[in-house]
């Protein structure tokens, strides 16, 4: 095994499981409070749902050889609901968002690393980029599980290991 393909393995790992930690904290959600935001300047889960899987879709999509951010991408659309609205369809945007982007580091092998890719015409490596999507995938998971922890408040069911134990 090389440090190149023990990465992959261990990023691709890593994402699976904010993935899953996401979707535990939504599972508890109802519909209502996918679509509640705190104030004008917040997102609700489902706009950052969204923006995760637009985001996904336009840097994933054919990443070795376009530009992350593809002309049809409609990055400002994706901070309002527009005609979202149900669990479902916040669920069927979050699917198609990691289903791209899951097969995409998938087809990634440690040769691909050190190659250039181009986001917003800047130069970064394959490598830098999932560092890049790395850091930006786990702010929205972390708003997302903190949203609703604020909306569940005592009900909440923790994702991790309980306090005092």
Do not use: C, R, Y
């Given at each position: 095994m090389t440090i190149g393909t023990e990465y992959l393995k261990t990023v691709t790992q890593e994402f699976k499981e904010a993935k899953v930690a996401a979707e535990r904290a939504m599972d508890q959600l109802t519909e209502s409070e996918l679509f509640w935001f705190p104030n004008e300047e917040s997102n609700s889960v489902a706009v950052i749902v969204k923006?995760?899987?637009?985001?996904m879709v336009s840097r994933w999509t054919d990443f070795l050889t376009t530009d992350g951010e593809k002309p049809n991408r409609d990055r400002d659309g994706e901070f309002v609901v527009g005609d979202?609205?149900?669990?479902?369809?916040?669920?069927e945007i979050w699917e198609h968002g990691w289903?791209?982007?899951?097969?995409a580091l998938e087809?990634?092998?440690e040769d691909h690393l050190l190659k250039t890719i181009t986001i917003r015409n800047e130069p970064h490596t394959v490598l830098g980029a999932i560092e890049r999507q790395m850091y930006h995938y786990s702010n929205h998971v972390g708003q997302i599980i903190y949203i609703a922890?604020?909306?569940?408040?005592?009900d909440?069911?923790?994702?991790?290991?309980?306090r005092k134990k």
């Open positions: 923006h995760m899987s637009g985001n979202i609205q149900t669990k479902e369809q916040v669920m289903e791209i982007f899951l097969a087809d990634i092998n922890k604020i909306l569940k408040s005592n909440w069911k923790t994702l991790t290991i309980p």
